[in-house]
């Protein structure tokens, strides 16, 4: 049966059915390659740790190397703040442009740096400010990324058009994945471990050119353009705190959730497997990259249901599955060396976390006023996102110590409890039209 919102679609002109289309793989292609940068990262930090932290205790090379990965987390609400302030007053496109130019270069950099043995401990900080360049312009990418394509999308098709994009988040990881199995497929394990590991963070500068090529082609958003400049804040971040705090707080506490249980899947599952359990890192890349694909290809499905029932009770049944299937899930990693087994559990996890995570992205951007929507995003998210980036070290910590990974489960509980009491509060926003008529700001 046809809805009116696809009978609009189809009296689009082509003008504006290119701008959509654009402006959707624009989002995704972004939003997949900030991810590719932090999961190839994630996924090749064995390698990683002994190139830059040499020493006799493999542990400590590792805890530093993740320690690194943390500190991209802890920039990210700076550049949340400088690109959610270009975004808000500026335009969305430009600060796309800015934060995935910067990110791309940023991570080819990485793939070229020399090791300890060449510079010393000038490596390792080259290493920390490349990765703390990441973080700040990914602190800016992916609320940017989510605010164009829901400003952009049909009013009620909305949730079906960000699955795009989180399908680019986790698409990221899946095409790490893919590519880190690849490299270790045809490379012996100790060329893999001297300079293989490089050509992943290298295969982003040709990915990082694509995307710019669909940003530089996409127009400033609809709502954007239509924004009278008496609405535009002066401070972006000063008039979302002084009049929109409690917002600011729910997309705090729901990106605290989403991430706090997508993090430890994406970034410490492989390192686990490897390390503590000893499995080869070409399996255990490629379980998780077949995993991941096949529960991307469940995202388009999870926004239209979001579109349909609304964003509240998608996430909701994202909560009440995750506290049933957390223990068998971990006991499986556990226990079991059969790479089938594991991967069907990788891919529940990851189905489970695809109810939070795609009905989410369009969620904060629909409680936000459109003059500071992407700033009231990405103040929200990063202050989430430097909690949960330290999960892999935190958990590789406790792993370490308990000698096992179903600890994890009351982490999972705990974050659910949060997620139930946060959600609750949300007033249901799948069917009100996104723009408002927004009060004009004090100057």
């Not at 935190?394 to 994890?408: E, K, S, Y």
Request: hydrophobic share 50%.
């Amino acid at each position: 049966m046809e809805t009116s919102s696809s009978r609009a679609e189809l009296d689009l002109s082509p003008k504006q059915r290119k701008v959509r289309r654009r402006a959707t793989i624009a989002g995704g292609v972004g939003t997949l390659i900030e991810y590719f940068d932090f999961a190839v990262y994630a996924l090749v930090a064995v390698y990683i740790a002994p190139k830059f932290f040499p020493g006799e205790n493999a542990l400590v090379g590792l805890l530093f190397t993740l320690g690194i990965f943390a500190s991209s987390y802890v920039v990210r609400p700076l550049g949340g703040w400088y690109f959610g302030r270009l975004g808000d007053r500026e335009g969305r496109r430009k600060a796309l442009i800015i934060t995935i130019v910067t990110m791309g270069i940023a991570t080819g950099l990485i793939g070229a740096l020399p090791g300890y043995d060449v510079l010393g401990v000038g490596a390792s900080i080259l290493l920390l400010l490349l990765r703390m360049i990441q973080g700040f312009c990914a602190g800016g990418e992916i609320s940017g990324a989510a605010t164009y394509i829901a400003e952009t999308a049909p009013a009620k098709r909305r949730g079906f058009y960000t699955s795009a994009m989180a399908m680019g988040s986790v698409g990221g990881f899946a095409a790490a994945s893919f590519v880190c199995g690849f490299v270790a497929m045809i490379l012996p394990a100790d060329q893999m471990a001297s300079w293989g590991w490089r050509i992943p963070f290298l295969i982003v500068v040709p990915l990082t050119l694509l995307c710019l090529y669909y940003r530089l082609k996409i127009e400033e958003t609809p709502e954007f353009k239509a924004l009278p400049k008496s609405h535009v804040a002066r401070s972006p971040m000063r008039e979302v705190l002084t009049k929109h705090p409690k917002k600011v707080l729910k997309v705090f506490l729901l990106v605290l959730v989403m991430t706090g249980t997508g993090n430890i899947a994406n970034t410490y599952f492989a390192t686990f497997l490897i390390n503590n359990r000893g499995l080869g890192s070409s399996t255990v890349y490629w379980t998780i990259a077949i995993g991941t694909t096949v529960v991307v290809l469940s995202y388009p499905l999870v926004g239209i249901l979001s579109d349909r029932l609304g964003r509240k009770r998608v996430i909701m049944t994202g909560y009440a599955l995750f506290i049933l299937v957390a223990f068998p899930v971990f006991l499986t990693l556990d226990n079991s060396t059969n790479m089938v087994m594991i991967g069907v559990a990788f891919v529940i996890f990851m189905l489970v976390h695809a109810l939070t995570t795609v009905p989410g992205y369009i969620l904060y951007a629909e409680i936000m006023p459109r003059n500071v929507r992407y700033t009231g995003q990405a103040l929200g998210m990063n202050l989430a996102l430097v909690l949960t980036g330290v999960a892999p070290l935190f958990v590789a910590q406790i792993v370490g110590v308990t000698g096992t990974i179903t600890v994890l489960t009351w982490w999972v509980l705990g974050l659910m409890a949060i997620g139930f009491a946060t959600i609750s509060t949300v007033k249901e926003t799948a069917h009100d039209p996104l723009l408002e008529e927004a009060v004009p700001v004090t100057k």
